[in-house]
């Protein structure tokens, strides 16, 4: 037996003992009211400041008395692990191909922050095998007693695996910068997954601006075209990160500012922006649990897969 068959099998074995807890029931999910908040966070562009954002935000969190996973599901740009000064052994594509599980892959950051690094893996999330998708789908369901927040850190744009993961989470968090290109290419990502999913809430977080009055003035020209062109959809404004030398200064030593420099200005607005969506009601259609992001990205990516062949 080679290497592969024995992954292969490895995989299968897991599988067959996921599906057996799935249908004795030995897994009940835990009420919406208790589980995690599956958040992703996401841009138009790249540039933006996003994955710092997910790293400081994480830590907010977690100043909170939240336990807090990151997904980095950022493909072309992985760089979560930089943000926190890591250097992670394992990525998602051991957890696929059955060689390591999600406990082995998770590495630690500041503040008890666990992180599931991307490397090859997001990739391979598109082209899942049945026992393959079993085995994920049951490790992910272990992270649900374990967590308060899930946050992903997408990519940037409107590619497939971007779209298909903000879909997928419950919350889906818009990074915005006061530059035009920045603001028309979250207006096409808003665009996108309203008119070709249906999706009508969006989170505004402006990113690098001088103040509030600046971060509002860009909120509004968003919300402004997306009231006049899209009918239904729902811009929530959520707060600003001002633009810091200290988080500059931060990120060029592989830390996140709220670690190095809690008294700074965008250190507390972390604080209150992560204070804030915990405060924030819950989405009613969500399921709830972790497993279920999976299975919902698993099934938007096949329903794209059997289109591409028709």
């Given at each position: 037996?080679?290497?592969?068959?024995?992954?292969?099998?490895?995989?299968?074995?897991?599988?067959?003992?996921?599906?057996?807890?799935?249908?004795?029931?030995?897994?009940?999910?835990?009420?919406?009211?208790?589980?995690?908040?599956?958040?992703?966070v996401?841009?138009?562009?790249?540039?933006?400041?996003?994955?710092n954002?997910?790293g400081?935000?994480?830590?907010?969190?977690?100043?909170?008395?939240?336990?807090?996973?990151i997904?980095?599901?950022?493909?072309?740009?992985?760089?979560?692990?930089?943000?926190?000064?890591?250097?992670?052994?394992?990525?998602?594509?051991?957890?696929?191909?059955?060689?390591?599980?999600?406990?082995?892959?998770?590495?630690?950051?500041?503040?008890?922050?666990?992180?599931?690094?991307?490397?090859?893996?997001?990739?391979?999330?598109?082209?899942l095998?049945?026992?393959?998708?079993?085995?994920?789908?049951?490790?992910?369901?272990?992270?649900?007693?374990?967590?308060?927040?899930?946050?992903?850190?997408?990519?940037?744009?409107?590619?497939?695996?971007?779209?298909?993961?903000?879909?997928?989470?419950?919350?889906?968090?818009i990074?915005?910068t006061?530059?035009?290109?920045?603001?028309?290419?979250?207006?096409?990502?808003?665009?996108?997954?309203?008119t070709?999913?249906?999706?009508?809430?969006?989170k505004?977080l402006?990113?690098?601006?001088?103040?509030?009055?600046?971060?509002?003035?860009v909120?509004?020209?968003?919300?402004?075209?997306?009231?006049?062109?899209?009918?239904?959809?729902?811009?929530?404004?959520?707060?600003f990160?001002?633009?810091?030398?200290?988080?500059?200064?931060?990120?060029l030593?592989?830390?996140?500012?709220?670690?190095?420099?809690?008294?700074a200005?965008c250190?507390?607005?972390?604080?209150?922006?992560?204070?804030?969506?915990?405060?924030?009601?819950?989405?009613?259609e969500?399921?709830?649990?972790?497993?279920?992001f999976?299975?919902?990205?698993?099934?938007?990516?096949?329903?794209?897969?059997?289109g591409?062949?028709q």
């Amino acid at each position: 037996m080679d290497q592969a068959q024995g992954l292969r099998k490895i995989v299968e074995t897991k599988a067959v003992e996921a599906r057996r807890r799935m249908i004795s029931g030995s897994t009940a999910p835990r009420s919406i009211q208790h589980a995690p908040r599956v958040i992703s966070v996401t841009s138009g562009k790249g540039g933006v400041g996003k994955t710092n954002i997910v790293g400081n935000l994480a830590v907010a969190f977690a100043r909170l008395g939240k336990k807090v996973l990151i997904f980095d599901a950022d493909l072309g740009l992985a760089n979560i692990d930089i943000i926190f000064g890591l250097n992670p052994s394992y990525h998602m594509g051991h957890v696929i191909d059955g060689e390591k599980s999600l406990a082995d892959v998770m590495v630690e950051g500041p503040e008890g922050i666990r992180i599931i690094p991307a490397g090859s893996g997001v990739a391979e999330l598109t082209h899942l095998s049945e026992g393959q998708k079993l085995n994920l789908l049951s490790e992910f369901e272990a992270l649900d007693d374990m967590l308060d927040v899930f946050l992903i850190d997408t990519g940037a744009g409107i590619s497939a695996n971007v779209v298909y993961f903000n879909l997928a989470a419950d919350e889906c968090i818009i990074v915005v910068t006061d530059e035009p290109t920045s603001i028309t290419d979250a207006y096409a990502m808003i665009k996108v997954m309203f008119t070709q999913h249906g999706t009508k809430h969006f989170k505004i977080l402006v990113n690098m601006v001088k103040d509030n009055s600046v971060a509002k003035a860009v909120y509004e020209n968003l919300s402004q075209v997306a009231d006049r062109f899209l009918n239904g959809v729902l811009l929530e404004y959520i707060g600003f990160i001002p633009g810091d030398e200290l988080m500059r200064k931060a990120v060029l030593r592989r830390k996140p500012v709220m670690s190095l420099y809690p008294g700074a200005e965008c250190s507390k607005q972390f604080i209150k922006l992560a204070a804030g969506i915990l405060e924030s009601p819950r989405r009613h259609e969500s399921d709830g649990n972790i497993k279920f992001f999976l299975k919902r990205f698993i099934g938007f990516r096949t329903s794209q897969m059997l289109g591409d062949t028709q």
